[in-house]
């Protein structure tokens, strides 16, 4: 299913060329950080109990983008940090990201996480829940090491509103009165809060001013809101290769996502009939799948959600405009539109 | 099933009078405290996404005995602190201690806890991991409003360890080749550390020196392990009622516990047919519980379980021997008697 990426409510060209170059481009940047950020991650998922390495390194090793941590090693980079805190930082929020998915995998029943089999299909959901708990507990000891109260305080509230957020979306599944303003919380809550608290703790700790932090995190929500309703768009359209997980899985986890909402917004009665047996009822059959696409095509549902991205997008761009203009500042400034664009 | 309970390694009278009066004495010193302690955690764990609150305060209100967070605030009072922070540390304890509860109910697939359902059997596993994270969350925000980067690395490390401890507890299951130094690694894992923790961090918080600091820690731990060497006697020995748990829980689930170990140590070749068959292989049948009983009983696991625990008990009132004489260090003191003589 194509989404025409050629216009924008920013008025900028929608598709420049090259988003993946986007993502190298700040890759570049901060690849020597980087690094030791990789080695640190290694390093602290060990353990003597050898099941815990095992399954931490098969998802972590599966890859992933490491977005949150490059921003957290960009933001420091902004305010010219020369200290090595940062990248404790950048590896205590990947934790924390990581603790996340491996719980979000057995809350999911997901067979699938970055194209290969998650940790709770190949260990069962015991193993899973308990070295998400470990490697959350490793952010801590690693923002503790890193020594700032106040980046303590940004990520356990960010972890709080995380766990928030998945509860929410929980209550939110598989029942079609959830609203926008509903589906906008979740993802705020489970999504974004994460990409704001990652981008903020790297100009802390590199001694951004107050208005500068807040613009930090302001960028990263606004990014993390574009990034999840993407992730939201692509889950009606990539392939499963591009995605590295299978096209459809919120449709039959009756997850309430954007697309679904507008769809069941403009919705015949007919229409609405579909929708309250596939995602309220649970009953999906063959072909099912193919006709929510339709009916989305139908209504616009996926072309406007790409509409309220690129809003959030160009929100991410207002808060960068106040910061350092850096060689960095400019490769988030790309991030954006690879964010967007990404996989179209 | 009776233990004699009239003997004990350290030569003490083992069954002082009243070991719950023990327990009273000491929730008497912090009873105002305590309150506030209480009404901390109810005032914590609100959220408005309302399933938090409901499932955190079913565990919550389920009631337990509050050991750890009275163990923050005895040694706070113990150096006689004066501030507010030691409050927000005893509620810190309990989040984290709940949060595990949480997560092994899922673990285990209990269906009872403290004697009601478990809140995975009445809401499910998705929300009682979600849930967790979310406490386990509130714990940090807390310990960062205490304002002790110490603290916080005690803390942090005691539930990476935690971590640890229940993995590998889980690894060690069904395989009756566990030895005791096996599991005593588990428990001090999974259990002594955030006894020690609790307890190490009101001192803390009220300028204990380092060795005092060191002798809080001893005390927690020891304490710790004994605790965890009775639960698991009473696992074969207390009524469900007095337990607030079913009996023979843990022979079902495989768990390789001291009474375990010691049993098939001493086992005829008939005898560790049984436990393979049993434990091992997961093929337990009608009168299996009460002849594992029988074994445990002929060869004296569950009295030298019990005087293992009371070494440790030994241990943990030696360490409290260097700590300030003080009204709460009798209790501390009478608090090893209730750890090793409740129930019986």
Known sequence: MAIAANTSP???????PGSRAALDRLSALVDSDMKRVN???IDRMDSPVALIPQLASHIVAAGGKRMRP?????????????????????AAVEFIHTATLLHDDVVDESD????VDSANAVWGNKPSVLVGDFLFSRAFQLMVEAGSLRVLGILSNASAVIAQGEVQQLITAND????????MEVIRAKTAQLFAAATEVGGVIAGASEAQQQALDSYGLNLGIAFQLIDDILDYSASQADLGK?????????????PIILAVERS???ERAFWQRTLEQQDIRDG???HAMVLMQKHGALTESLDRARLYGKAARTALASLPDTPVRTALDDLIDFTIERAF
């Open 10 to 16: 920013d008025g900028k060209p929608a598709s420049r």
């Open 39 to 41: 080695a640190l991650i």
């Open 70 to 90: 490059m921003m957290t090693l960009a933001a420091a980079q902004m305010f010219g940090y020369r200290g090595d805190a940062h990248l404790l930082l950048a």
């Open 112 to 115: 699938l996480r970055r194209g």
């Open 176 to 183: 079609i009165a959830t609203d926008e303003t509903a589906y």
């Open 246 to 258: 299978t096209v459809g899985d919120d449709f039959r986890d009756g997850k309430i996502t954007l």
């Open 268 to 270: 015949t009665q007919e």
């Open 288 to 290: 099912d799948l193919a």
